[in-house]
């Protein structure tokens, strides 16, 4: 069974870090695409940052210079690395990859 399952979500006070971590069972990530995706309450699901299977990185605006996007393919892990945390990140965070979706990880950032 194909299979994304995040984890390294968690509450943080602003300023502060994560890792996320999303892991593949049932397939390699070496080829593809992955993506991290988050959605606060009430909103929709955006884009945070994506990676190619060459390295190559994208982020969203609202994020850039403080995630880092990362990948394992020994390990079938993609990671996001989050920094100087604000309010506005909280929300649940999903792995993609093509049709597949991980079942997210809450990270709220609150003092």
Do not use: H
Request: charge should be positive; charged fraction near 15%.
């Amino acid at each position: 069974q194909v299979q994304l399952v995040e984890s390294g979500g968690g509450l943080v006070q602003p300023g502060g870090s994560l890792r996320l971590s999303c892991a593949a069972s049932g397939m390699g990530f070496e080829r593809y695409i992955v993506a991290w995706y988050r959605q606060a309450p009430g909103k929709q699901r955006e884009l945070v940052a994506f990676i190619s299977s060459a390295g190559n990185t994208n982020y969203a605006d609202s994020v850039k210079g403080r995630f880092t996007i990362s990948r394992d393919d020994a390990k079938n892990t993609v990671y996001l690395q989050m920094n100087s945390l604000k309010p506005e990140d909280t929300a649940v965070y999903y792995c993609n990859k093509g049709v597949i979706w991980g079942q997210g990880t809450q990270v709220t950032v609150s003092s």
